[in-house]
């Protein structure tokens, strides 16, 4: 779900860390976490996209996240608090139709 600013809403928190490994169709690697909200969360340094999958099904990408964001992330005690607080509104965001 995206606002008027084309920002991404929608997210849960409580997370705690990282299980299994997930491939999307077009090659993003993204790790699973142990979330009640996040499925998984994958990063692309060379093109700077987070790419989160919520447990509903849907994935959103973030643009030009740096890659010591998408470390603080994956080592948050809560992923889903950490998004909320660091993520969101501040990269620009796409849901992704899988």
């Given at each position: ?8 809403s ?27 909200n ?51 509104g ?9």
């Amino acid at each position: 779900m995206t606002d008027g600013s084309g920002q991404c809403s929608g997210y849960g928190s409580h997370a705690v860390f990282i299980s299994a490994s997930r491939e999307r169709k077009d090659g993003m690697d993204r790790e699973g976490v142990t979330s009640s909200n996040v499925e998984s969360v994958g990063y692309d340094p060379e093109t700077q996209t987070l790419e989160v999958e919520f447990k509903g099904g849907n994935v959103y990408q973030y643009a030009a996240v740096p890659g010591h964001v998408h470390q603080a992330l994956m080592a948050a005690p809560s992923v889903g608090k950490y998004l909320g607080m660091h993520v969101k509104g501040k990269y620009r965001c796409e849901r992704l139709d899988e």
